[in-house]
């Protein structure tokens, strides 16, 4: 069983920069699919940002792209989400998933409808303008 556990979350203004970090946990083999998904009020949580273990492939949303970036440190098992020039809208509720299935990917990232997945409890990010 995974477990993933969040940090890094607070509040901004607009403008501003925060560094979300995901520490995992507990998996016996390794993890395939990691990825940072937001959730807001109204709206069904959606993928932000991810990677794939395979090739080290990235996805970021569009509304992100070249303001936010994803990495891990294999050794301490961790992820993080660096994210600069932060607006309003990406305000929510940041939470952290991953995946030991070999066949996740594509849609994984996306849509938190898609796939196996193993959710931190997630980590609160507010943007003031």
């Known amino acids: 069983q995974v477990q993933l556990v969040e940090s890094g979350g607070g509040s901004v203004q607009a403008g501003g920069s925060l560094r979300l970090s995901c520490a995992a946990s507990g998996y016996t083999y390794s993890l395939v699919c990691v990825g940072w998904f937001r959730e807001t009020p109204g709206k069904e949580r959606e993928g932000v940002a991810g990677?794939?273990?395979?090739?080290?492939?990235?996805y970021y949303h569009d509304s992100v792209k070249g303001r936010f970036t994803i990495s891990q440190d294999n050794a301490k098992k961790t992820l993080f989400l660096q994210m600069n020039n932060l607006r309003p809208e990406d305000t929510g509720m940041y939470f952290c998933?991953?995946?030991?299935?070999?066949?996740?990917?594509?849609?994984?990232?996306?849509?938190?409808?898609?796939?196996?997945?193993?959710w931190g409890q997630g980590t609160q990010v507010t943007v003031s303008s």
């Open positions: 990677i794939h273990a395979s090739d080290g492939s990235q």
């Open positions: 998933a991953a995946s030991e299935d070999r066949n996740c990917g594509g849609m994984w990232f996306r849509s938190r409808r898609v796939g196996t997945k193993s």
